[in-house]
Structure formats: structure tokens, C-alpha cells
């Protein structure tokens, strides 16, 4: 996501390394400046190697003087602590989700809502501009105490069912799914189905031993959570995706000499930028497109009365978010238009 790195991203969540795992930079030299980074992903994943590569650039940039220090895996606490990490001065960046913490970032998590981004890796290019434009006038109150290096979505997600074919709403009643966002969780629940919150490293277990029926997550879940053999069937319902955020300490950075910030603010890049990076991540990942394959889901196809019916129930909730927000002093009808706006306009 970030300026010529190449492959990154994923959905998701991790579990921790210990801190015997750590990978730590080399001794600082006398002059350098210690950049603690949380990623609460695990060290090989795409996001956390992309991550690393970036802050590396700005190591090799500077001849030394930042010296990022990773600490992958959750090791730093777990992932709803991520963004308070950085507030607080604990972490100096921190790479979090906003979907952890329910309510804490409610314009961000509109993002979340049903068919706002369009299908396939095209989505998460379009979740990354849409984010990036919205920033400055509506999300970066949310973020307070911390500066935005950027704002990133997954790609939209489907319904994975570990046996049954799910060809309509009716089919949902019942069924146990890993829910990835509370916005998803209230929507299964609404149309009869047992959202299950359960971290997404634990999503294989728990299919293998069938305590749940399936996970909603985009290609990319089931690639890195390897999936492949335990979920049999793919139904384009829903859409939502999961937003992240990577973010630093705000007096850190101000702290910073200008052309150290410089260096910083020349990886990030703007929205535009940021999103055609998303797009190389989430659509020419060969090792994913050939585990994808090798998985051989069955990619069920909504007849045309079975996806209106699907998206005419997600108007429904999505008003009553809305509505929500509105209650509560906050412009959500106005971000929500915008959104769609955007949407329409990235997707061409």
C-alpha cells in the first residue's frame, strides 16, 4: 500500500509472538531516533511485510537516523489496543483494525457497510481512495492524538459455507458464521443466522471441528488463514469489507526534524496513490491466486430476485445506521453519500 512497496494487506486478525520472537533492528546508532512498531499481525503476513519494508525505506532514507523496531503478532497487547498504543505514547506506530473496537470510529466504519465497495480486488483500490479522501474533513477526529499514515479496506467478502449451498436469504437461517465486523455480526443475526466472534487465526479450528458453518471474509482470508478443503462454498452476499489503519504517535512526529518528516510523509502518499497500490496487493498475489485454485470452491451465482432481496434488507439496516448516527450529532447520512459517490465514480 504504500509507495512502490508492491504486496501487502490482508484480513484479518493474528495472535501473538512472544517477545522472544521479536524481530528487533540492529543497535541503534548514537544519532538515531527508535521507532517502536506494533503490527498486530504476524511477521510473515503481507501486511506485516509490506510494513516492514516501508519503515526500512525510511531507515535506509535517513542513513540510520530512524530505526524502526517491530514487534509483530499482537506482542505489544492485543489488537483493540493498537490505536490507544500510539495515542498514549506506548508504541510510537501501530498497525490496527477499526472493527475491534465497535463504535470507536463510526464515520471510518461506514465504510463497512453492505455493497458500498464494488466486488473483487477493484474494491479495496476504491476502499483505500474513498478513506483517503474522506480523511481530513471527517475521520481524522476519530484518530485523535495519532497522525494517519494511511487507511486501508480488504477487498469485499463473501459468504465461505463449510457444506451448504447459500443460493438465497432463506438459506442463511441457522447457520453458524464467523462474523469479521460488528456491522456483519447484526446484519446475520437480523436474517436468522448465528454470527460467531471468534479471531480469525482460530477460523480453521473451528471448522475442522465444526463449531461453526462458515466465515465471512474475503479471498484473501481464506488464502492466509488456509482455508482451502474447509470451506466448500463461496455466495457473493453482503459485500462488506474490514478497514485498517496505520498510525503514528502525533508528538512523535512533531517532534521530528523536517526532513525526517519529510521522508515519512513522501512513503504515504495520497489516496489515489495509496489505492492503486491496494489493487496491485489484492489482485496479482500469484501464490494466492494459485491456492485459490487449487481449493476448487464451488462460486455460487445469486439469481437476480435473490441478490435484490439480499441488497433491499441491507437498505433497511444501513438506514437504521444511518438514523443512528444522525441521533447521536454525527454527519452520517452526508459521509454515507459521499461514500457512495465515490464508490460509483472509483469503480469505472
Same mark, same amino acid.
Given at each position: ?20 520472537? /521479536?524481530? #528487533?533492528?540492529?543497535?541503534?546508532? $548514537? ?10 499481525? *504476524? ?13 526500512? =525505506? ?20 492485543? /489488537?483493540?489496543?493498537?490505536? =490507544? ?11 490496527? $483494525? ?38 481530513? =474533513? ?45 456491522? #456483519? ?9 448465528? *454470527?460467531?466472534?471468534? *479471531? ?7 471448522? $475442522? ?9 474475503? *479471498? ?86 435473490? =441478490? ?21 450529532? /454525527? ?18
Amino acid at each position: 500500500m504504500y509507495k512502490n512497496f508492491g504486496r501487502y494487506l490482508m484480513t484479518g486478525f493474528a495472535v501473538a509472538a512472544m517477545a522472544t520472537g /521479536l524481530s #528487533v533492528a540492529s543497535a541503534p546508532a $548514537q544519532d538515531s531516533i527508535e521507532l517502536k512498531v506494533a503490527i498486530f499481525t *504476524p511477521e510473515p503476513a503481507p501486511d506485516a511485510k509490506m510494513i516492514t519494508r516501508m519503515l526500512k =525505506d525510511w531507515e535506509e532514507k535517513s542513513g540510520g537516523r530512524l530505526k524502526p523496531v517491530f514487534f509483530y503478532g499482537s506482542s505489544m497487547g492485543p /489488537l483493540p489496543r493498537h490505536h =490507544d498504543l500510539v495515542r498514549k505514547g506506548v508504541a510510537d506506530i501501530a498497525f490496527f $483494525q477499526h472493527g475491534v473496537t465497535p463504535g470507536r470510529f463510526p464515520l471510518t466504519e461506514l465504510v463497512h457497510l453492505p455493497y458500498v465497495l464494488p466486488a473483487g480486488p477493484k474494491g479495496a483500490e476504491v476502499g483505500a481512495r474513498i478513506l483517503g479522501d474522506l480523511r481530513a =474533513d471527517y475521520l481524522a477526529k476519530e484518530h485523535e492524538g495519532t497522525k494517519i499514515l494511511w487507511l486501508a479496506t480488504t477487498e469485499p467478502a463473501y459468504i465461505y459455507d463449510s457444506s451448504k449451498v447459500i443460493a438465497n436469504v432463506g438459506d442463511l437461517k441457522g447457520r453458524r458464521y464467523r462474523a469479521p465486523t460488528p456491522t #456483519v455480526a447484526t446484519m446475520l443475526k437480523e436474517l436468522g443466522a448465528n *454470527p460467531i466472534g471468534l *479471531p480469525a487465526p482460530l477460523m480453521a479450528e473451528s471448522l $475442522q471441528k465444526g463449531t461453526i458453518d462458515g466465515v465471512i471474509t474475503d *479471498p484473501n482470508g481464506v488464502f492466509t488463514f488456509k482455508l482451502g478443503g474447509l470451506v466448500k462454498n463461496e455466495t457473493p452476499m453482503f459485500l462488506a469489507v474490514l478497514s485498517f489503519g496505520l498510525v503514528m504517535n502525533e508528538d512523535k512526529y512533531n517532534s521530528l526534524p523536517d526532513d525526517l518528516k519529510k521522508i515519512i510523509d513522501d512513503s504515504v502518499g495520497d489516496g489515489a496513490q495509496f489505492g492503486a497500490r491496494a489493487m496491485e496487493v489484492w489482485g496479482k498475489v500469484a501464490a494466492r491466486e494459485d491456492y485459490l485454485a487449487k481449493a476448487d470452491i464451488n462460486k455460487v451465482a445469486l439469481d437476480p430476485a435473490a =441478490d435484490k432481496e439480499m441488497r433491499d434488507l441491507s437498505e433497511k439496516f444501513i438506514e437504521k445506521t444511518l438514523a443512528d448516527l444522525e441521533a447521536k450529532g /454525527l454527519p452520517g447520512r452526508e459521509v454515507y453519500a459521499k461514500m457512495k459517490a465515490m464508490s460509483a465514480e472509483y469503480s469505472k
